[in-house]
Nanobody, 115 residues
Framework: QVHLVDSGGGLVQPGGSLRLSCAATGRISTINTMGWYRRAPGKERELVARITSAGNTNYADSVKGRFTISRDNGESTVYLQMNSLKPEDTAIYYC?????????WGQGTQVTVSS
């Protein structure tokens, strides 16, 4: 079993920055993908960014150039640095870990971008 704890959300003004963190504990495979998804009010959950254990990344078009995902394999932790935040980035952000045959989710952290 794997347990994810995500944190770092909050209220920020447009143009501001936040950094999300997610720590994974438990039986973690050396081969996995960690990432962030978000669900905005009235919308479906969508991929924001993800990173493989080899360091390969991909991003949603809407966040390219503004968000950066990184990970510390030794600590099984993934980060999401969010810059130039926009009101449309407001959502609950969920950490995700996928490893062969299993998919795990954090409890979610609220990000609100508003003046």
């Amino acid at each position: 079993q794997v347990h994810l704890v995500d944190s770092g959300g909050g209220l920020v003004q447009p143009g501001g920055s936040l950094r999300l963190s997610c720590a994974a504990t438990g039986r973690i495979s050396t081969i996995n993908t960690m990432g962030w998804y978000r669900r905005a009010p009235g919308k479906e959950r969508e991929l924001v960014a993800r990173i493989t254990s080899a360091g390969n990344t991909n991003y949603a078009d809407s966040v390219k150039g503004r968000f950066t995902i990184s990970r510390d394999n030794g600590e099984s932790t993934v980060y999401l640095q969010m810059n130039s935040l926009k009101p449309e980035d407001t959502a609950i952000y969920y950490c995700n870990l996928y490893q062969p045959y299993n998919n795990y989710w954090g409890q979610g952290t609220q990000v609100t971008v508003s003046s």
